[in-house]
């Protein structure tokens, strides 16, 4: 299994993270855990556009 798969399936884990924090938190936790979660979901799908680039470079050669 390609690398990029796994972190797209763990982007779209972290972004669900940040919308059960927005209906089950409280105010402070919730902004927390928002945050948090949405940039690490942001993090994780640029890492996967990389390593899709990368896997596409190592094909054509």
Known sequence: MRLDYTVYTLAIV???ITIISFILLTETSQTLWALISAAL???SIVVGIVQTRSVKNNQNK
């Open 41 to 43: 979901g942001a993090i």
């Open 14 to 16: 972290f972004f669900s």
